[in-house]
């Protein structure tokens, strides 16, 4: 009969105990029916969380001491979560009574002063905080800029414009979230949990240990969670990634789809990837939406557990494990269990954004530790100046392996001449143009500049003395002049017109009005093709370079430019060494030597007149251009 009273009588705890264990066993099981096959399902991190944090705290390091700073004022905002509960207590047992007005007032005085402290704390913690990482965002970004700016050019070819934008700016924002919020939030909830714990211990222990009696489930429930969040999260990451790199695409091609009216075909593509990310982030939503509940319910069930003990102590003057239960405890308890369950329920929330930002950060380190395809070798020079002499030494090249590009391609060109490559598409003149400069490494053989091999120059070095113009001319937003500077600091306004009048592209600049400061809208398209041409010949003179390189310059161009596009190409010729491809044989026929290339070798060479004499392949495309020339004529 005694042990069926005392079942009798602390039944609703064992109803409450009951649920919170049926919870436990559901989730568990949930857990281990998945947790044997983590990769078929997303669970693919590939760097371990360690990691990651001893990549991040690099860039914490510098500002260690505004985190003490912060952690200090921190503790003075915890002690009023922490001493705000007993005062309320102690003011609720004493209006029970007789008791004199001053000493209430001394609470209510003491209760606001620590109040009042706690919100200033808390205001230049978030200051501090949010300075603090907008400079670790910024230092971050610049770095990942910078190391993207050292990839080569098959690299960038290989990732889309999207993906990096998405490690630029979302990202790195992830990341930023975590040093202004989650981790100094995270820390605070771990100093408030032991506080709140040490004051309800030193109050009434054994009611602290019936609190505690949920922690176990607590743990179990944020471990399970852990695993579900990560994957959630990755997912919407990637989706995000998808979104972005499908924008960055096609709005830039955005008149190619209005050309070929595919508008709803390519909104049907966005909607796909859109509800795609749609679906994960509803995932993440409903992994979230199980956890705070639950941890809620542990909340109420521990809130009704301390009421019910609580009553029977006061009402009945009882103990509970040999201590007497008061109302002042009761109240006291009660806030203390919402101070101590508040921080677990936000411990889950900051967990969320954790993963994120850890997921974030392994994207970028991705990035970082892609090692640049072409780097300066240990012991690479510097060239103050360079005469121009180049020479290809049986060189092999293939973007792809086995696929070979060039083969065995040797030539010699002296400083101060004009070379020209023709050959049909595909042939490898481009190629051999973006070689001369290293924007690729060969495979085989030698290319040398004034008897160095390229490979032994550093990159910067060797890129500064030549000047690139390509068939499609690159502009940025800006203005006419930092277009043609590039952000060169030291020429002045008269150099640069100087510079535009050797090469005609003055023809263009005083049309505007506002001349060299005149608007350029993204790529330039508010210029021709030939006007952006011209103003690439100006960038490129301005420059200063030894060697130039010049690929399809009379490519796609309007009639009213050709001339003057004609008139700057012969120009250029007296400027130094001087490579270029052209299509239009009447572009190249002044160069010193031609040499013409079919299937990535060279198969002739020599100047206008020689190829013509030898009546070779030179001489039929020759012909044939003449002759489509006169048809267009006689039309």
Known sequence: MKELSFFAEYFPLIFVGAVVGTFAIIFTAAYLSIKDKKEAIGFDRHMKDSEITKRLIRYAKPYVGNFLLVLCIMLVSIVYNIVSPYLIGQIEELIKNDFPLRTLWIYVAVYFSILIVSLICTYIQSIILQKTGQKILSSIREDLFSHIESLSHAQLSEIPVGKLVTRVTNDTGAISMMFTNILVNLIKNVFMIFGVLGAMLI?????????????????????IFRKFSRKAYRRVKDGTTAINTFLSENLEGMKII??????????????????????????????FSVFRPVVYMLYISSVLCLFYLGAKGVIRETEFLGQTIKGSTIVSFYMYISTFFNPIQ???????????????????????????GIKDAPDAIDLDSVEGNIEFRNVWFAYKEGEWVL????????????????????????????????????????????????????????????????????????????????????????????ACRYVNADTIINRFEKGLDEEVRERGNNFSAGQRQLLSFARTIVHQPEILILDEATANIDTETEVLIQDSLEKLMNVGTLFMVAHRLSTVQHADVIFVLSKGEIVERGSHAELLRAKGRYYDLYTLQTEKEKAKLLR
């Open 407 to 498: 083969k065995d391609v040797s030539f010699k060109v002296e400083a101060g001449q004009t070379v020209a490559f023709v050959g049909a598409t595909g042939s490898g003149k481009t190629t051999i143009l973006s070689l001369i400069c290293r924007n690729y490494d060969i495979q085989k053989g030698e290319i040398l500049l004034d008897g160095i091999d390229i490979r032994k120059i550093k990159v910067a070095s060797l890129r500064r003395h030549f000047g690139q113009m390509l068939q499609d001319v690159f502009l940025f937003s800006g203005t006419i002049r930092s277009n043609i500077l590039l952000h060169k600091d030291d020429v002045s306004d008269e150099e640069v017109m100087r």
């Open 258 to 287: 209005q050309i070929f009216n595919r508008e709803e075909r390519k909104n049907g593509e966005f909607r796909e990837k859109n509800d795609e990310l749609g679906k994960a982030k509803k995932k993440q939503i409903f992994v």
């Open 346 to 372: 936000s411990l889950a929330e900051q967990f969320n954004w954790l993963q994120s930002a850890y997921a974030s950060a392994e994207k970028i380190f991705t990035v970082f530790d892609m090692e640049p």
């Open 203 to 223: 109050l009434n222990y054994m009611l602290t240990l019936m609190i505690l009696c949920f922690v176990p489930f607590i743990l179990l429930f944020t471990v």
